[in-house]
Every structure is written in structure tokens, then in C-alpha cells.
């Protein structure tokens, strides 16, 4: 078992800034990727980014230029630092490990974006 833990969100302005944690635990031997998805109200959890232990990234087109992924396999832990934050970013953050064949998620983190 994979244990993921987020941390980071919050109430920020539009134009604002925020980095997103998420530290894994458990059996974490064998994680090829971690990555962030979001899920705003009414709407289905989406892709935002995603990094292998390697560094290789993919970013969702709706975020890409604003939102850097980045991880620390010293720590096991991904980032998701967020800057020009607009109020559709509105939503709450899962973290995901692929430890194949089985993905694992985090309890999720919100994130407001409001003026």
C-alpha cells in the first residue's frame, strides 16, 4: 500500500500563487510517475500534470506556462507550484502515484481561487 499525503492549498487571489505537497509512504518501491488531478464541483476529476522519477513531465494544455511539476525521489515527494492562478483553477487537488498496475490517491487538497 501507497500512503499519499497533500498539503498547500488554499484561499488565494486571482493572479496569485500556490505550491501544492504530496509525500508518499508505504510501499513505495516500484512508482514510475506521480502527477495532480483536479475536480471542481459538477465537473470530472481531469489531468493537470504529471512527472516520472526520471523527470519527465506532461502538463494539461489548460495549465501549461502558469503550472511546474516537479519531485524530490530523495523525499518522495511531488510538487505542484501554481502561479498565475485564475478562479476556473478553482478545485480540489488529488495527488496520484502509478505503481503499476495499480494507482493510488491522495484525500485531495482545496483550492480556492476567489477575489
Known amino acids: 500500500q501507497v500512503q499519499l499525503v497533500e498539503s498547500g492549498g488554499g484561499l488565494v487571489q486571482p493572479g496569485g500563487s500556490l505550491r501544492l505537497s504530496c509525500a508518499a509512504s508505504g510501499s513505495i518501491f516500484g512508482i514510475t510517475a506521480m502527477g495532480w488531478y483536479r475536480q471542481a464541483p459538477g465537473n470530472e476529476r481531469e489531468f493537470v500534470a504529471r512527472?516520472?522519477?526520471?523527470?519527465?513531465?506532461n502538463i494539461a494544455g489548460s495549465v501549461k506556462g502558469r503550472f511546474t511539476i516537479s519531485i524530490d525521489n530523495a523525499k518522495n515527494t511531488v510538487y505542484l507550484q501554481m502561479d498565475s492562478l485564475k478562479p476556473e483553477d478553482t478545485a480540489v487537488y488529488y495527488c496520484?502515484?502509478?505503481?503499476?498496475?495499480?494507482?493510488?490517491w491522495g484525500q485531495g487538497t482545496q483550492v480556492t481561487v476567489s477575489s
Open positions: 512527472i516520472t522519477r526520471l523527470g519527465s513531465t
Open positions: 496520484n502515484a502509478h505503481l503499476p498496475p495499480a494507482e493510488y
